[in-house]
């Protein structure tokens, strides 16, 4: 569905029902990780009345975390390891080194844009493997092959 | 306790400062209207606020000049403005992830600043309130209009040169006819890139001034992460408004007046709980957009890259 829309509706998949089943899932995900910060880490509700309050963040850096996956559900264990990581060896960076934290949040700000900017090369390189794999099914005529490659280079 | 809420100089009080505050609110909504309305949605307009803001106080700290401060958080605002456009544009990014980074960038900078180059909270003397002339004599309308500081002003002047430009002149139409079909206008010879880029840097400006308002003329300080929250408003504040300034402003003002109203309930000790009194501008505004959604159009290419298709 995320792929295109149009093609699943064709397909029969009821669109709009599974986004938002998919969003009420998210949302779910999203209240355990609010119920496991209280329940299994703090072991109570801390807020400061900022926007953040007990979170930390952890919703925006959640999102991050995802993309640094590559929106696949595995590897957003390692991916939020890695990010739990740096959280915590942010404050402790600071305490030793007095470089502040927030230079983490900084860094998150640019691992989201960099991976975002980074998906045309990712797309560009997709479409060129697929040229190929066509072309090795039947013989390429030479004419059909400068135009996919001049599209690639676009 | 109620009835101190009824009074004259009470209720003159929550306009006035319902006015104030929906400045920044009016500067971030009107800016992203152009960069929505080009087709182009920036999630980054709070990064871009706190930047602003930052850049503004430090500055004015340091110089004493405020309106040296206010040039800078422009500067600022364009610049990231800037980068969102060459990542939006050029790299045909998913707009509401890419969105999300520059808010981070842009909180984290203005803390990772603050903290290295300020250390401790500082007040300053921000804008001055102008009075104008014969019609701030005005007993209570006086007050509440033509009492405010210049950036206040600004915002308000604001609305009606957005509507200006965006139905009655080119550029406007450019800029419209890039968010609806930019296939059409690029084939007109329209540069979708151009329109693209001069709305993306126009909305980060106006996104540094609305930050730059509240640290040197409504609040007179600068805390970390001290917009919480508002430049992400004022994008939900663009739906509210269906795309249109004057939209924009309504929506601005039932925030803005609703949360001055919560503000002087907790101040006046009226037994409401605080939580839900701040929960009040919210909640409001998800139930009016609600109630309208279904009659408003979004510009149709809105958040979708635009790749000439040869």
């Known amino acids: 569905m995320g792929q295109n829309p149009h093609a699943s509706r064709y397909a029969g998949i009821k669109v709009p029902r ?13 209240g355990l990780a609010g119920a496991v910060q209280v329940f299994g880490v703090n072991y109570r509700m801390i807020t400061d009345g900022s926007a953040s309050g007990f979170t930390g963040g952890a919703g925006f850096n959640g999102i991050v975390a ?26 402790k960076m600071q305490r030793m080194t007095q470089v502040p934290s ?39 005529p030479p004419v059909d092959k400068k135009p996919q490659q001049a599209e690639a280079g676009a | 306790m109620i009835s101190d809420l009824l009074s004259v100089t009470v209720l003159i009080g929550i306009l006035a400062s319902g006015i104030r505050l929906a400045t920044p609110y009016l500067y971030a909504a009107i800016g992203e209207t152009f960069g929505q309305k080009s087709g182009v949605l920036n999630l ?6 706190l930047l602003g803001s930052f850049a503004a106080f430090y500055v004015t700290f340091k110089t004493g000049n405020l309106w040296l401060g206010l040039l800078t958080a422009m500067l600022v605002g364009a610049l990231m403005g800037l980068a969102m456009a060459y990542v939006t544009v050029n790299l045909h990014a998913q707009q509401g992830i ?5 808010y981070l960038f842009g909180l984290g900078m203005s803390e990772l600043l603050f903290q290295s180059l ?17 019609l701030s004599d005005i007993p209570g309308i006086g007050e509440i209009f033509f009492s405010q500081n210049v ?21 406007g139409l450019k800029i419209r006819a890039v968010g609806e079909n930019p296939d059409a206008a690029d084939s007109l010879g329209v540069s979708v ?49 269906a795309w249109r300034p004057v939209g924009v402003l309504g929506g601005a003002l039932l925030f803005s007046l609703v949360n001055s109203l919560q503000l002087w309930i907790q101040v006046l000790g009226i037994p409401i709980p605080s939580d839900i009194a701040v929960m009040m501008p919210y909640v409001l505004t998800i139930l009016v957009l609600v109630a309208t959604v279904s009659r408003v159009r979004a510009p149709s290419a809105l958040s979708k890259p635009f790749e000439r298709e040869d």
């Open chain 2, 193 to 241: 890139a151009r329109v693209r880029y001069f709305t993306i840097i126009l909305g980060g400006t106006l996104s540094g001034i609305a930050g730059a308002s509240l640290s040197i003329a409504l609040l007179n300080v600068f805390q970390q992460g001290m917009t919480s929250g508002q430049g992400f408003i004022a994008v939900a504040l663009v739906y509210f408004g």
């Open chain 2, 98 to 102: 890419s969105g999300i980074g520059f």
């Open chain 2, 44 to 49: 980054g307009v709070e990064g871009q606020m």
């Open chain 2, 151 to 171: 950036l206040v002003y600004g915002a308000y002047l604001l609305v009606p040169l957005a509507w200006f430009v965006l139905n009655k002149t080119t550029l």
């Open chain 1, 102 to 140: 927030a230079l983490v949040t900084v860094l998150n700000g640019l691992v989201v844009i960099f991976v975002v900017s980074s998906e045309i090369w990712r797309r560009r390189r997709q479409r060129r493997r697929m040229a190929v794999a066509g072309s090795d099914e039947t013989p390429p």
């Open chain 1, 18 to 30: 599974y986004m938002v089943l998919a969003l009420l899932l998210s949302g779910a995900f999203a």
């Open chain 2, 118 to 134: 300020m250390g401790s909270v500082e007040t300053i003397q921000g804008f001055p309130k102008v009075h104008i002339p014969v």
């Open chain 1, 66 to 91: 995802a993309l640094f996956g590559q929106l696949h559900p595995i590897w957003s264990i390692p991916a939020s390891i890695l990010f739990g990581a740096l959280l915590v060896g942010a404050n």
